[in-house]
Structures are given as structure tokens and as C-alpha cells.
């Protein structure tokens, strides 16, 4: 079984903090991805990688970075927490074969206090 | 770019009864089509996927849907659901586009209400 795991279910920050959200998938997949997820909104992709050290903006990167310097594992990083990055994140992760299935993590829900 | 609209928000339905939850998407391109479903402080498992061929699609749990390519539509359908059913539901759309990644657009979702 693909098992994409995220390093925090629950995270409590407070503001201008730096954020790290870790994940990390098993299945040897080049793809990764990272959504936020708001009620009435669904999800939205942040940033995704493709591959090693690569990276695509998203359709929301505005405040967040991403780093992925192994193939299994791909941070989200928030410079400097602000309130209206409280949500919910989640990470995905799939094979490079064009409409692949996306196995996501169970989530981290982020509070900015 | 592509965008996807579930027009309903919450469903309401009787367990046994059937449902049918509604999706359209607009995209200058042809698209891939996918249902996801969200239990309740889980993330997303995929529950069917149209690429190609047959328009009507079988998934898990006893769920289909039929791609309808002139009405832009992807909607969802249940003969007959069941309390263990309810959770949210997400529509999304990948372009069949080049490049190596495909993120996916999702619909809002819609919260799949069953009663007893």
C-alpha cells in the first residue's frame, strides 16, 4: 500500500514563526504535491515536484516555499506564519504516468494565533 | 484554465435511497476527470477516474459516473447508500497537457449527508 505520511496532524503557530510541514511518501513517486484545504474553497495546489530539487508554482504560492532534496520527501515552508495560513494542508504524491492516482496524507491542520 | 463546480454544497439523503452528486468543469482543453472522497478527519482516496473510452465509469464502494462531454458534466451516482457513505465528496480535472507533473483542480466539494 502507497503510504504518504505528513509529520504533524495538528500544529499551533503564531505569527512570523517559520513553518515547516514535512512529508514523506514510500512508493517511490516522482510526482508531489501541496494543497491547502478551506471550507467552501475545496483544495487548492500550492506547489508541486516532479523530481529532485525540482519545483512548480502552483495556483496560490504567494507566502509559501518548498523544498525537495530527496525523492521521498517534499517541505512545505511558511517564512513567516500569518493568520490567513490557517488551514488545513494536505500532501500528495504520485507516479510520473500522466493522470496518475494522487495518494494523499491525512492532513496537517495549521493554526496562526 | 480549468475550473470545476459542484453545485450542490450539502446532500441530504435517506440511507437506501439513491443519490446523485453533480459536477461540471470548463477547460479550453481536454481534461482527465476524478472523484475523490474525504471521510471525516482523513485525507482524499481516489473513488474513480475517467481517461478515456467508456463514458460511464465504475469505482469503489459501488459508486459510477458518466462523462457527458457535450454537457461538460461528471456527475457522481449511488443506487443505494448507506450511513458509512457520508463524507465529502471532490470533483477535479487535470489537463491533458505536456510536462512531467499534473495538479489536479478541485470542485469545493460537496457533504454528503445520509439519514437514517
Known amino acids: 500500500d502507497v503510504k504518504v505520511t505528513q509529520s504533524s496532524r495538528y500544529l499551533v503557530k503564531r505569527t512570523g514563526e517559520k513553518v515547516f510541514l514535512e512529508c514523506v511518501q514510500d512508493?517511490?513517486?516522482?510526482?508531489m504535491f501541496w494543497y491547502r484545504q478551506d471550507p467552501g474553497l475545496g483544495l487548492r495546489l500550492i506547489y508541486f515536484s516532479y523530481d529532485v530539487k525540482m519545483k512548480e508554482k502552483g495556483d496560490i504560492p504567494e507566502g509559501y516555499s518548498v523544498s525537495r532534496e530527496k525523492k521521498e520527501r517534499f517541505s512545505l515552508i511558511l517564512e513567516s506564519a500569518s493568520t490567513n495560513q490557517t488551514s488545513m494542508y494536505l500532501c500528495a504524491s504520485s507516479l510520473i504516468v500522466r493522470a496518475n492516482e494522487q495518494f494523499f496524507g491525512p492532513g496537517t491542520r495549521l493554526t496562526v494565533l | 484554465a480549468q475550473s470545476v463546480t459542484q453545485l450542490d454544497s450539502q446532500v441530504p439523503v435517506f440511507e437506501e435511497a439513491p443519490v446523485e452528486l453533480r459536477c461540471n468543469y470548463s477547460s479550453s482543453v481536454s481534461v482527465y476527470l476524478f472523484w475523490y472522497v474525504q471521510y471525516p478527519n482523513q485525507g482524499l482516496q481516489l473513488l474513480l477516474k475517467y481517461l478515456s473510452g467508456s463514458t460511464l465509469v465504475k469505482g469503489i464502494n459501488g459508486f459510477e459516473a458518466e462523462f457527458n462531454k457535450s454537457q461538460t458534466s461528471f456527475h457522481l451516482r449511488k443506487p443505494s447508500v448507506h450511513i458509512s457513505d457520508t463524507a465529502e465528496y471532490f470533483c477535479?480535472?487535470?489537463?491533458?497537457?505536456?510536462?512531467?507533473?499534473?495538479?489536479?483542480?478541485f470542485g469545493k466539494g460537496t457533504h454528503l449527508i445520509i439519514q437514517p
Open positions: 512508493m517511490d513517486h516522482e510526482n
Open positions: 477535479a480535472v487535470s489537463v491533458m497537457a505536456g510536462g512531467g507533473a499534473d495538479g489536479l483542480t
